[in-house]
């Protein structure tokens, strides 16, 4: 059996495993899907760390059932809104102005190490770093130095910093259950790079994921990442704030914005779905179009902090195109509403026919509810297979012969 | 599960409030000067300033190791002043059923008295509840908080913390200092009303102790919150009060694992009213959280609003970690979240 890698995605309300193998064209081997409860993962941050070993142990003992499992590289999605984005530039000496020298990898992996030689608040650390553009001497913006000749080489690095403490919480939990990881990929970036085409990069995209409880955007112009950030609001403040103006459980909520988040619907299918919540003797008295206000002004108020958000970073004159994900990105208005906003074209992703082939039309998986685990999948086996461009993960030095000791428990 | 519970008698039920230093020498004094039903002492390394408060009882701390001159920025000062007049404390103290502590954190006596008073309320199996506020960011002596909260999180049964930051954020930028620190004295004055209000004033549906003992007894983080609804078409402010109350650090309503509201009425709020505060309430709070409520039916001819409702809650044990992870976790100018976006337009 070829060598497998193994990729865990921390998701506001499951914990998704892939097990595939490294090779040209993506094999998955083995997925699960495994719901937690928020006192579990909140927000994207591990607060039960048995549970979550549980959830992950439960997974690759099924798959070893099947296959003999030792998998090489162990990769951590995740999302945090304790993150920061940062950019950081390092150089490295390659030769001097009277004997320029051929710019090699080991410049490149230095310039970068250097890049990341920049103070840090106490209590955080670097959980992935993204080398974002190079210039060499005075020829600026080159995606890959390898083999030019120059003197001085800098990079920029885009470096995503989080706590410490939930980092280690993210690793602890696997140690609970037996697998040691050190790769840690940022949901949204992986989203950026593998669920956008070249395109929309270079034009400039602004992606965003609403989630269950955290919302994740970034932007990437001149297929370079300019910016990430994950914000604490989701799917769920829609439920509290129609728990809050209906006074109704949180469950009743979800199913009242599962049906006024379709575009169409008759007055009968209207009717049928108000008894079918209603208790016995208490018919619920809704009216649809305030529901849909209420949705609405959920999603405006996430886009409009967005944008606030992109005017304070300069990167408002930067994107030509909004593309939205994850599961609230079912209520089918949502791209008008984004639209409205944000005065551009606003699209909705779905898995592409690259992930339909990978999964075989698998419904469960192919929703844009996995958008974000489907995108660590597809970043984690890129960076394992693509020798010739820049591998991060070989870059960071920290994903080689790390794992193994599996099933300890 | 909504709980309602017949009165007992609670009168004869002792709640004392301890403000240590500075800080919680004023806040204690406030409560004092405004008569709530409780028992009020304050605690200070520094003669003068004590001197110049007022409560039931006024303790210097600490006279040999601080000669009465303050604790400075000093927490092992406050606390070695706690240490050597402890008997004296204890005296003030001993019979209470619940204590409040109320200090600032950040400087020497708050810092250093109050995990020393924490730990003998704990020896003496007193029922004790923190209430403190965390310095400004600018004076940089969070570590020093942090330090204190820490250890008294051992002792005590919940804690509720209130950051200086955050009300400085919430204040416009117009209001006066003296504006902001009032609020901040307004926010720990609430949290002792809402407890007083819970078990000391008699009503035809009560809450009893017990129900505030095994809230507080839940440990972790507290909830504490009052809205006011002065007219009938003021009711769905007062509830907006109860469910997002900003001012309190790393908690809300959706964190807590049980409650217990107290309404107080002037005797017009009607059934319907009544009914939607607590369903308003109920659903805010997590689905599986028991709350239980006390009403006057008869209404209390010592509050002129048509409605005032007070909330208590806990999150339950959390670590020490979680705890100073969710006070800390990185102010970043987020939106208010969970607010209801049209509630939070109508609230600028």
Redesign the interface.
Known sequence: MAETFMVVDFCSSKVVTFIAEVSNELAVKHWDLEPVDSDTIRQGQV?NLENVANKVRKSIEEFAKKSKFEPAHVFIGFSD??IEFITSIGMAACGTPENPSEITEKHIEQAIKNSHTIKIEEGRSIAQAIPVRFNVDSKTDIKNPKGMLGVRLEVQSALITA?K?SLLNYKKALEKAGIIAESLIYQIIAELYELTTKEERENGILFIDIGRDLTNYGVMSEDQLLFAET???GGI?IN??L???F?????KAEELKKFYSRKDYTDDEEREFLNSISSPGKPLQIRGELVVQ?IT??L??IFE?IKERLHQNDLKDKITFVKITGGTSEIEYIDKIAEKVFNITSEVYKPDEKLEKVFSNNELLLTNRLSSSLAVLLFAHRKLTSNKELSETKIMGNVKGIFKKLFSS | MITAYKKNDMTSFKIKVVGVGGAGGNIVQKIYLSGLGCETIILNTDSQAISRHRAHHLITIGKTVTRGGGAGADPDLGKKAAEESIHDILLKIQNADLLILVAGLGNGTGSGASPVIAKYAREKNILTVGVFTLPFEAEGKKDVAFKAIAEMEKYLNTMVIIDNNVISELVSMESSVKDAFDLVDRVVKNCVESIISIVQEASDVNVDFNDLKSLISRGGLGYFAKGIAEKPEDVDKAIESV?FNPLLTGVTI?DVKGALINIKSNGDLTMNHFR?IL??IR??LP?KAPIKYGLQKEGDHRVDSYAEIYLIGTTGKRTT??VI?KIT??Q?N??N??I????RKHKK
Request: glycine share 2%.
């Open positions: 607060y809104p304790e706590k403490s914000v604490p609001v403040n509290k704030d728990r809050h103006y006074h109704i459980t949180l469950d209420y002004d959920r405006t108020d902090y | 469910v959706s939607e369903d308003k659903a805010h689905e970690d979680e992870d976790s990185k970043r987020w939106r979240f969970e209801p976006p049209g509630v």
